[in-house]
């Protein structure tokens, strides 16, 4: 692990980083509910592998240095931090200085603790959500509708440009969401997650 990641050790720097994400983040609500604070600017979406694996690294970085961030913070919130406290006795939440955001970030969200693989953010995180300590950007992440969505206050970042493929609303949904979904989105939900795209743009 980067010298650059720092862990919390306690419940009291566990909340610290909550806090942080909960400033730009409702951290209890799930798609199609908007879980985004940022006022309107612009959503970009990729499919929810994207945002656990390498190649979101340079994205981040994109995003980190576009917004002039010195941190950046995640925390998985579904398994809360309970979960992973209880199972793996780590948090599953980190710091990570901006600098080293594209080449330190896999190490981190893959990081196995004691060994376990299944401890690993990548193999058990549900929701998972990112912000810049500059409080204009963060992501969510949810593994159900298998999408990623990236809320900044610019249009047209350099981070659309770094590898990972961004599509439209109605792409995601049709491409990612709908396929793999046991029960299809009912008429409301679809509605409702393409009003609130089209509301925050």
């Given at each position: 692990?980067?010298?650059?990641?720092?862990?919390?050790?306690?419940?009291?720097?566990?909340?610290?980083?909550l806090e942080e994400?909960?400033?730009?983040?409702?951290?209890?609500?799930?798609?199609?509910?908007?879980?985004?604070?940022?006022?309107?600017?612009?959503?970009d979406i990729c499919?929810?592998?994207?945002?656990?694996?390498?190649?979101?690294?340079?994205?981040?970085?994109?995003?980190?240095?576009?917004?002039?961030?010195?941190?950046?913070?995640?925390?998985?919130?579904?398994?809360?931090?309970?979960?992973?406290?209880?199972?793996?006795?780590?948090?599953?939440?980190?710091?990570?200085?901006?600098?080293?955001?594209?080449?330190?970030?896999?190490?981190?969200?893959?990081?196995?603790?004691?060994?376990?693989?299944?401890?690993?953010?990548?193999?058990?995180?549900?929701?998972?959500?990112?912000?810049?300590?500059?409080?204009?950007?963060?992501?969510?992440?949810?593994?159900?509708?298998?999408?990623?969505?990236?809320?900044?206050?610019?249009?047209?970042?350099?981070?659309?440009?770094?590898?990972?493929?961004?599509?439209?609303?109605?792409?995601?949904?049709?491409?990612?969401?709908?396929?793999?979904?046991?029960?299809?989105?009912?008429?409301?939900?679809?509605?409702?997650?393409?009003?609130?795209?089209?509301?925050?743009?």
């Amino acid at each position: 692990m980067s010298n650059a990641t720092t862990h919390p050790r306690d419940d009291s720097e566990y909340e610290q980083l909550l806090e942080e994400v909960r400033a730009v983040i409702d951290v209890d609500r799930r798609l199609p509910a908007w879980p985004f604070r940022n006022a309107p600017g612009d959503i970009d979406i990729c499919q929810y592998s994207h945002a656990i694996e390498g190649p979101f690294g340079p994205v981040l970085q994109a995003l980190a240095d576009a917004h002039g961030d010195e941190t950046m913070t995640v925390v998985a919130l579904d398994p809360a931090a309970a979960y992973y406290h209880e199972h793996y006795g780590v948090y599953g939440a980190f710091r990570m200085a901006a600098k080293a955001i594209s080449g330190s970030y896999y190490d981190a969200v893959a990081f196995e603790p004691h060994g376990d693989p299944t401890g690993a953010l990548t193999f058990t995180t549900d929701v998972l959500a990112i912000v810049g300590s500059s409080g204009r950007w963060s992501v969510w992440a949810e593994r159900s509708w298998d999408l990623a969505l990236i809320a900044s206050d610019q249009r047209n970042g350099p981070w659309l440009a770094r590898g990972v493929p961004f599509v439209s609303a109605e792409t995601a949904l049709a491409d990612f969401t709908e396929p793999d979904f046991k029960s299809p989105l009912t008429t409301e939900e679809r509605d409702e997650f393409l009003r609130n795209v089209r509301r925050s743009s």
